[in-house]
């Protein structure tokens, strides 16, 4: 369990990072978007998944374990907030493409042990 809040905890660091490079890239030239506050909230949360999953691979835990988590709990977060925050809609292939990432990601830790 420890594990799995790690993760989350640093990939919801990431995906939060990314939503606020977005909102720094909305109506602005690349220059604008690299200096705009959004940009650099979104680089101090990319350090903190850094910071987490150097001390978890240190720790020995496994990339393919890890990485898999990290794909289906990243996709959770930007789905949401590309929904709720940019209005983004997905389509039918898109959402069973997700569904089955999941349910990997599921079976692989539930058949790990």
């Known amino acids: 369990m420890f594990q799995i809040l790690l993760v989350v905890i640093a990939v919801v660091s990431v995906a939060i990072g990314d939503v606020f490079i977005k909102k720094a890239a909305q109506h602005a030239t690349f220059l604008e978007a690299t200096t705009d506050k ?64 999941f349910l990997g990601v599921v079976i692989t830790n539930v058949f790990s042990s």
């Not at 393919?64 to 930007?78: D, E, H, I, L, N």
């Not at 997905?90 to 493409?97: E, F, R, S």
């Open 38 to 101: 959004w940009l650099l909230l979104g680089v101090l949360l990319y350090m903190v998944q850094i910071v987490l999953f150097t001390w978890m691979f240190v720790e020995g835990w496994n990339l393919s374990v890890v990485g898999s988590m990290q794909t289906v709990f990243y996709a959770a977060v930007v789905l949401g907030a590309g929904y709720f925050v940019f209005m983004e809609r997905l389509n039918t292939a898109q959402v069973i493409g997700i569904g089955l990432a």
